[in-house]
C-alpha cells in the first residue's frame, strides 16, 4: 500500500470528477503507481466549528498516509 495519497477536495470533485480522475492518473504514473486517491472529508469544516474531536479522529484515518498531494 502506497503512503503516498491525492485529495482533491469537495469542491473539485463536485465540479469535474472527470478532472480529479486524470488528475489521479497523471500522479500516479508520477509516483509509478503508488498513489492513493483519498476521497474522506479533509475535516476543514468540522475544524472551522470548533468539534476539535471530531477533526482528531478524521486525521487519525489518514495516519499511514505520509505525503498528501491537494
Not at 25 to 40: D, Y
Amino acid at each position: 500500500m502506497s503512503n503516498i495519497g491525492f485529495m482533491a477536495g469537495c469542491n473539485l470533485s463536485a465540479y469535474s470528477p472527470y478532472d480529479v480522475e486524470q488528475v489521479l492518473i497523471f500522479l500516479s504514473t508520477l509516483h509509478g503507481g503508488k498513489l492513493r486517491g483519498i476521497s474522506n472529508c479533509c475535516g476543514k469544516p468540522t475544524l472551522m466549528l470548533g468539534e476539535m474531536e471530531h477533526f482528531r479522529k478524521n486525521m487519525i484515518c489518514r495516519k499511514m498516509i505520509l505525503v498528501i498531494i491537494i
